[in-house]
């Protein structure tokens, strides 16, 4: 069972940034693509951003274009999200989330759940 753990959240101020990380337990998920995932408080579970196993393929939801980036060390099994401009928008609490070929942007067909960070952005 590949375990998946995030760090990196916390609160900030609109325009910010923070770099969430998300370390899995085995390097069988570097044949994995891997996402990101927020919930906000009486939301719906939203994609944020996708990366293939290679980390040469990438996809982002509408609203984190241009401001986040999702990348990827496999010699570390982490999985990065590097948010800038950050708006009060963007609280919620976020999920890293694994699932075998091809990218998703659909929650559901993830197979692995990491327990969740939270970010906090005040304006």
């Known amino acids: 069972q590949v375990q998946l753990v995030e760090s990196g959240g916390g609160m900030v101020q609109a325009g910010g940034s923070l770099r969430l990380s998300c370390t899995a337990s085995?390097?069988?998920?570097?044949?994995?693509?891997m996402g990101w995932f927020r919930q906000a408080p009486g939301k719906e579970r939203e994609f944020v951003a996708a990366?293939?196993?290679?980390?040469?393929?990438?996809v982002y939801g509408d609203s984190v274009k241009g401001r986040f980036t999702i990348s990827r060390d496999i010699a570390k099994i982490t999985v990065y999200l590097q948010m800038s401009s950050l708006k009060p928008e963007d609280t919620a609490v976020y999920y890293c989330a694994a699932k075998f070929l091809p990218k998703s942007t659909v929650a559901s067909e993830y197979d692995y759940w990491g327990q969740g960070t939270q970010v906090t952005v005040s304006s």
């Open positions: 085995e390097r069988t998920v570097n044949s994995h693509t």
């Open positions: 990366i293939s196993w290679t980390g040469g393929s990438t």
